[in-house]
């Protein structure tokens, strides 16, 4: 029996069933004895998919089953509602166990089993090899090593501040535990109490290469022990023990909980076991009667599934997104023309009236992570306000990405302020993962490029553009002063997706217009992916951005003393080139694109190619970051690289002639 209530947000709640969640201390005959029953038929499921696929990833699949098959038929979930607000999540972070996955999943009663035994691997297919949420059950897509725990944090913290109260389940490999990133996660969820939260290890012992021992000795007991989880060793086929095991770790609100599970690789059927070679094979087509008679099973349907899988994939299941939260931006700030103040203050201000505008609704959930830069990236008025909608990670950046990223993915505000060579670059396959799976964080990225000066190379982060641009989600933006990264924090904050905001460190004056006044202003809108024009001239358009405007604005004023009227053109929003805005830079006889990014995969770049599938004639000059810039003041850099404003007014002379 379940009750469902329905919130503002037309989002189902549930009350579940009585035995679910762990409540009861053991594991029912009745449920023992079915579970037995689907973990033999669901082996073989396993090793029929991966024989009919012809590749996929039996053996840890086996070795996790009866873990995966306690979980999801004992936790709370509803196979017929999976999406229910206050499930509890499963977290899967060795995905390449998906054959295991699927196929407790389809025994939990999730979908039918048949699709996935003939369309597993299929192109087109929901059924992918990793673990993905095009399958009803998974909450996260993974495949990426040492992600899952991080996962699980995101998952736990928005329990907690959502008030919703369920709890997060994270099944690892063991292998897998030689990830530092998983190290992070640990202290994370220790520092934070994190007790709705519970971590599971599939120990087989195996890996790829052979015994993880000789792999990469670890002491995982000692190493979880000395971050401040109990650790509890159980066989990890043996239902009661991890019925209990999992009772005394969702109830027990004082301590965390990791379950050593001690399994068997490819356990079931005595050719496989404990052989390494089945971490990443399937059986053989002519083994598998063999496999399948030792579980009590046979092969009479190959044909016919493999009949099914030449005609094609099977159906995508309908997937709902979740609904971003409702964020009010909140009231703009105005800076005037006499105040300078760096773009980072300005975005703290905004974060700040953001938070105030918003945080008094009980449905609202909000989080701010950082890496020990608060001070720096402007999040300490915030923090100091709003504490507990505040997280110190400490310098973990893997860990803490991962985490924004889960945390953005549920019906919540996720933002994460760093430095952009931390933020972004640190942590790019984090960033990509998250955008695999459609969360909503929102990256505010300060001591961008070159401009960062004097802390050198290692910090002057010049290709943030490039790096999040070979991601199909990715959003950069970067704004020109202070009034225009005060509505763009504004924007960025109350819009779902995931958002690069990418700022300088110095100081810079407000931009005007030629009348004096704030460019960015009062009266000024900002709409995503239109650029913006500062100064309206003739024959040449100069094209800036971020760190750049002032500088371009400077190097105009010098060129309208001489006499020469230049268009000058600010583009604040690089991944979205407006086809309108296109055509109107096409109309320039010269182009010159300003930037401080490495120029290879730049502005330019992406405005080079863009402007070409638009039939352009202009020419077009790129000045950009052309080397890695040595430490020094921000314009001794630009003057050595050539991106002063006397460099930007010269080579403009030149091109007009
Ligand atoms: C970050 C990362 N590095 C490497 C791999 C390639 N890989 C896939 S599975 C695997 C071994 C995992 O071992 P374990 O966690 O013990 O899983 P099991 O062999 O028990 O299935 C490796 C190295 C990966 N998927 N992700």
Known sequence: MTDTAINDEGIQTMTFEPWRGFHDSALSPEWKKKISEMARKARAHILK???????????????????????????????????????????????????GVYASLAAAGFFDITPCLHGF??????????????????????????????????KAIYSRLSGLDFHTYVIMGDGEQQKGQIAEARRMAAKFQLTNLTAIIDYNRLQISGRIRDVMPQNMVDEWEADDWQVTEIDGHNLDNIYEALHRATNDTENLHMILARTTMGKGVVFMENKEKYHGSPVSQEMLPEALSQLGEDDRDIPTLLKLRAEGPPPMFERKPVPYPVVSPGEPITYGIDEKLDNRSAWGKALLSVADANMHRDDFVMAVFDCDLAGSVKTAEYAKKYPANFFQCGIAEHNTATCAGSFGAEQALSIWADFT???????????????????NVKLFCTHAGVQVG????????????????STFGWKVITPADPNQTDRIARYVLSTPGSFAVVMGRSKVPIITDEQGNPFFGNDYQYRYGRMDILRRGETLALVTAGNMSWVAVQAWNKLHEDGKNITLINVSDWSDLHPDDLQMLASYKHLVVLEDHNIKNGLGASLAMSLYEAGSRATLTRMGVTTYASSGKPDELFKLLGLDADSVTEKILQILG
């Not at 991966?50 to 306690?70: D, N, W």
């Not at 060579?421 to 969360?439: G, M």
């Not at 004097?454 to 641009?469: A, W």
């Open 49 to 99: 998919m991966t024989t009919i696929a012809g590749s996929g990833h039996p053996g840890g699949s086996m070795s996790s089953l009866e873990l995966y098959l306690v979980l999801y038929n004992m936790a709370r979930l509803n196979p017929n509602a999976p999406n229910q607000t206050n499930r509890d999540r499963i977290i899967i972070s060795h995905g390449h166990t998906s054959p």
């Open 121 to 154: 691997r299929q192109g087109g297919s929901p059924f992918e090899g990793h673990v993905e949420q095009s399958v009803p059950g998974v909450e996260w897509d993974t495949g990426n090593l040492g992600q899952g725990l991080s996962v699980g944090i995101g």
């Open 421 to 439: 060579i931390f933020n972004i670059a640190e942590t790019y396959n984090q960033a990509r993962l998250n955008d695999i799976n459609h969360s």
């Open 454 to 469: 004097e802390d050198g190379k290692t910090h002057q982060c010049i290709d943030y553009f490039g790096l999040l641009n």
